[in-house]
């Protein structure tokens, strides 16, 4: 004995391809428009800013160019010689803010020209994720946090993200900034 309606359950030849071929335009769309955003959309530039805040309440920045992501390359960054003066003097960095780093990225802050470690303060710092923001903060701040820095920006109250203190020694004193050097790691995003 046959159903009776047996007719709507056939799908037609013609049906059968459209079914089977959709999934495969639909990905294919979607890699195409992925690809076409990444090569529209370039990534942000790494930026580090320092700030000094001065009597009448106003805070000069000095910002410099971080190294190309994916470099590999290291770079030292003198803020008393290479900043505008304040006031007639040499800067004295009071607040940092960085943006737009690559995964993988390592800052040493010091307090003396050498840039290193020895017979000095510092601080070193790691970035854990692509575009990591270390948000507006007091240099001195940064020795209060072990592990993540998870401050709000003084100015902004955005969130820092990806930022980590991975070692340090004595606190670098406020406006005694010297050194920093940024080493960013091949082929980092």
């Known amino acids: 004995m046959k159903p009776l309606h047996y007719r709507l359950f056939a799908i037609t030849s013609p049906?059968?391809?459209?079914?089977?071929?959709?999934?495969?335009?639909?990905?294919?769309?979607?890699?195409?428009?992925?690809?076409?955003t990444e090569t529209t959309?370039?990534?942000?530039?790494?930026?580090?800013?320092?700030?000094?805040?001065?009597?009448n309440n106003t805070e000069p920045a000095c910002a410099f160019d971080l190294p190309a992501l994916g470099s590999g390359t290291t770079a030292k960054f003198f803020p008393k010689k290479t900043c505008p003066e304040v006031e007639d003097d040499p800067i004295e960095p009071h607040a940092i803010r960085i943006r737009n780093m690559p995964i993988a990225s390592k800052?040493?802050?010091?307090?003396?020209?050498?840039?290193?470690?020895?017979?000095?303060?510092?601080?070193?710092?790691?970035?854990?994720r692509a575009n990591a923001s270390l948000e507006k903060l007091g240099i001195d701040k940064i020795w209060t946090y072990s592990g993540y820095?998870?401050?709000?920006?003084?100015?902004?109250?955005?969130?820092?993200?990806?930022?980590?203190?991975?070692?340090?020694?004595?606190?670098?004193?406020?406006?005694?900034?010297?050194?920093?050097?940024?080493?960013?790691?091949?082929?980092?995003?």
Do not use: M
């Open 15 to 36: 049906i059968k391809q459209v079914l089977l071929t959709a999934p495969l335009l639909i990905t294919g769309a979607v890699a195409l428009a992925a690809s076409n």
């Open 149 to 189: 820095l998870t401050n709000a920006g003084l100015d902004s109250n955005a969130p820092s993200r990806g930022f980590k203190v991975i070692a340090r020694g004595n606190p670098i004193k406020q406006g005694e900034l010297t050194c920093v050097t940024v080493s960013t790691s091949v082929g980092s995003k």
């Open 41 to 55: 959309h370039a990534d942000p530039t790494p930026v580090l800013a320092l700030y000094q805040t001065v009597d």
């Open 107 to 128: 800052f040493l802050l010091t307090d003396n020209e050498r840039c290193e470690k020895t017979d000095s303060a510092w601080v070193e710092l790691e970035t854990t």
